[in-house]
């Protein structure tokens, strides 16, 4: 694939993507009328969203914007296995802490409405 390997990647899981919604959007508005026919569903959807990429491949704006795209990707710093490590954690433990009141609250709440109640 070469240095662009990136930007090829992108057009054809777009493309690809493109083509998933397609079909469900067919499938649905012809489900309508009729039961539709799952092979021409697909098979509209490949063609016209595979014909969209290739358009839009060829487009040089679009094509020099998510090269643009990829190269300042290249520039961003990642974070670690054991910095992902440590902040998975946290939010776990953020998460537990936020359920924990939250639920306390909720019988709090819960015991002062069923004795109003009463």
Not at 15 to 39: E, I, M, Q, T
Not at 70 to 97: D, G
Request: charged share 15%; net charge positive.
């Amino acid at each position: 694939m070469g240095p662009n390997k990136f930007v090829h990647l992108t057009f054809a899981i777009g493309g690809l993507l493109a083509a998933f919604v397609l079909a469900r959007a067919v499938d649905w508005g012809w489900s309508y009328f009729a039961k539709p026919n799952d092979l021409v569903v697909n098979a509209l959807a490949i063609l016209v969203a595979g014909s969209a990429a290739v358009v839009v491949y060829r487009n040089e704006r679009a094509y020099a914007s998510i090269v643009e795209v990829t190269r300042e990707l290249e520039k961003v710093s990642w974070p670690t296995r054991k910095e992902t490590s440590a902040a998975t954690i946290v939010v776990l433990i953020t998460v537990l802490i936020s359920a924990l009141v939250l639920s306390g609250f909720d019988a709090i709440w819960a015991f002062f409405t069923n004795w109003f109640l009463r």
